[in-house]
């Protein structure tokens, strides 16, 4: 059937790529319903499951994998002897979905309930390809739980079996799993060992997703080992399988990773940009151990930067996450959970029983000491945490004053110098020329020398009233800065009868720019507007501004001539737009295309 095809083709893209996946899962679902199709509407919706828990989509993967279980079971029992084991795999197939998209929002117990049960039905089945993959699963929610002896036994599970049915790319996974243990233990030289192993195995069979973890853990690997652009280099690399295969729950790690290695090279600007990208897609995923690690990642930026009043905001939220009364529950489940699983294994059933029962009550008392000791220390933690940070955020404020004034009146005294003065003696030079031009009877010199006078000095009249706007604190919004372009751009566009076309935000009207910022900004799209106007041959320049990934972008386009940037050297004026936003750490970005016109975009955050 047409259906069913659909499906092994949607399996087959699975690990290589979920967007194609997902169009045939989808595709299959449509015509399963229309052809009212029961087995094939659950055989979709639980591949659909798999494929939206690759996506970071744990939502709709509950969703597709609660209702393929609901008519599974109604298949299940109506159908023939001869066919309830084939509809028994699928339901097994089903609770290992429902496992993975729990535990990847954070939901321990409910991970574990659902791997047990798959374990338990795969068993019975005589699964062995399905044991393995669960015991993988359940070696994964061991590491989550620190119980890195549990997560060693499930992943050698794993392996045992994965080299009995020879897969390489399994192998390679286990082995890679096992690395992780041992670089959270801190041996790292046999962390090496297992990834140079599962490294082997997975470009046996050019496994790009097996490639991509395994990239990603030497990553991890590398920064405990202090080798950064080593690191970066494996992150990049696992970041870019990821995204050609289109499984992106591993994406907001792998920015988390790249956050922190920039945040070791003092590279806070790219630390902060992926730190959030990372947070951004942890809330999409409503991932609860996402969100931790994220805003435990901004505490650690925000710590190391000074930022002590973002760092306390961030430090509530990770405190928030971590110790949850939930995650309590959670362990009191588990326990619950694998000893009922132990329990169906044993014959000596009253035993059992009452290890289950002295566990839970183990359980029980250790969790009420755990709530009252994390209240106590939480408190007096907060407590001493707030006074710090209040205490260094005013110091470090009133030093940032102090020295902000310093580096003001520095600039100012520069500017002077180097804008005013030099025009000033320009001018004095060409006056006493034009009185020796006006002795000598030469008139056309002397209009020439006149004219040069009177441009300079409207230069100058120009120069000091951007020294002035740029101290002046009632221009320090984002809003007058606006305005001030605009003013800018409409006189310079009117001297070749260019139209010129405005998108601002104004969400951004009220935010306060440092003087610093404001200086750079205006100036860097002050030379970007004046290049457009002299040497594109426009008819139409563009300003816009937006926010784009967490960030504020001034935008700056034309449509002329454009250049092709390997065949033209860059100029002074572009050096010293780079210059401009490296000093108020922005991101800079050129894009021109011959006879497609010129964009300049400026990325910024605004504090």
């Not at 041996?187 to 090496?192: G, M």
């Not at 994406?251 to 790249?258: L, Q, S, W």
């Not at 009146?409 to 500017?415: A, F, V, Y």
Request: proline letters at 1%; charged letters at 25%; aromatic letters at 10%.
């Amino acid at each position: 059937m047409k259906v069913n095809s659909l499906i092994e083709l949607s399996n087959f893209f699975r690990y290589s790529n979920t967007d194609t996946a997902l169009l045939f899962a989808n595709t299959a679902l449509d015509l399963a319903y229309k052809l009212d199709y029961n087995p094939g509407i659950a055989d979709s919706k639980k591949m659909l499951s798999a494929l939206h828990a690759s996506q970071g989509k744990f939502n709709e993967g509950l969703e597709f994998g609660f209702a393929a279980l609901e008519i599974y079971n109604s298949l299940y029992s109506a159908a023939p002897e001869a066919l309830k084991k084939h509809i028994s795999v699928k339901i097994a197939d089903t609770y290992q979905n429902l496992g993975h998209n729990s535990t990847s929002q954070g939901n321990i117990a409910e991970g574990l309930k659902y791997n047990l049960l798959s374990l338990h039905l795969k068993e019975q089945l005589g699964d062995k390809k399905g044991a393995s993959d669960t015991y993988y699963n359940l070696g994964l929610l061991n590491v989550e739980q620190k119980d890195y002896a549990g997560a060693l036994k499930n992943f050698q599970s794993s392996l045992k079996i994965s080299q009995e049915l020879n897969f390489n790319s399994d192998m390679a996974l286990c082995y890679n799993a096992m690395a992780t243990v041992y670089i959270n233990l801190g041996l790292y030289s046999e962390a090496s060992k297992q990834c140079s192993t599962a490294l082997l195995l997975a470009e046996m069979d050019k496994d790009k997703f097996s490639l991509a973890e395994i990239y990603n853990n030497l990553g991890n690997l590398n920064y405990f080992q202090e080798n950064y652009s080593a690191a970066l280099k494996n992150n990049f690399h696992a970041l870019s399988l990821y995204e050609e295969t289109g499984i992106y729950q591993q994406v907001p790690f792998i920015y988390n990773n790249i956050g922190l290695v920039y945040l070791k090279e003092i590279n806070y600007y790219e630390s902060e940009r992926y730190l959030n990208m990372a947070l951004t897609l942890a809330k999409k995923m409503n991932s609860f151990e996402l969100l931790k690690i994220s805003y435990a990642n901004l505490f650690l930026m925000d710590s190391t930067r000074g930022n002590y009043k973002n760092a306390f905001l961030n430090f509530s939220l990770f405190v928030k996450y971590r110790d949850s009364l939930s995650n309590i529950e959670n362990t009191k489940k588990m326990v619950q959970q694998q000893m009922q699983y132990d329990f169906n294994k044993k014959e000596d059933s009253t035993r059992v029983v009452q290890e289950i029962k002295e566990a839970l009550a183990l359980t029980e008392i250790n969790s009420h000491k755990i709530t009252r000791n994390f209240s106590l220390v939480g408190l007096v933690g907060v407590v001493f945490f707030s006074i710090y940070s209040f205490y260094r955020y005013r110091v470090e404020k009133k030093l940032q004053i102090h020295q902000s004034l310093l580096n003001e009146r520095l600039r100012i005294s520069s500017d002077l110098h180097d804008e005013v003065g030099s025009t000033l003696s320009g001018i004095a030079m060409y006056s006493h020329l034009t009185k020796e031009q006006v002795k000598a009877g030469q008139t056309q010199e002397m209009v020439k020398s006149l004219n040069i006078m009177q441009e300079s000095s409207a230069q100058m009249v120009d120069k000091l009233n951007d020294i002035v706007w740029f101290i002046n604190p009632e221009q320090d919004s984002i809003q007058k800065l606006l305005e001030r372009l605009e003013d800018y751009a409409r006189k310079m566009a009117a001297i070749k009868n260019i139209t010129v076309k405005l998108d601002f935000q104004p969400v951004y009207s009220s935010e306060i720019l440092t003087t610093e910022s404001r200086r750079n900004t205006y100036l860097l799209c002050k030379e970007a507007i004046n290049n457009a106007v002299k040497y594109s041959h426009a008819t139409r320049i563009e300003l816009s501004v937006i926010e784009k990934n967490g960030l504020v972008e001034f935008a700056i386009m034309d449509n002329g001539k454009g250049f092709d940037k390997n065949q033209v050297r860059l100029g002074n004026g572009l050096k010293n737009m780079q210059k401009r936003a490296d000093e108020i750490s922005a991101r800079l970005v050129l894009k021109s295309k011959e006879n497609e016109g010129t964009s300049i975009v400026l990325q910024c955050k605004i504090d």
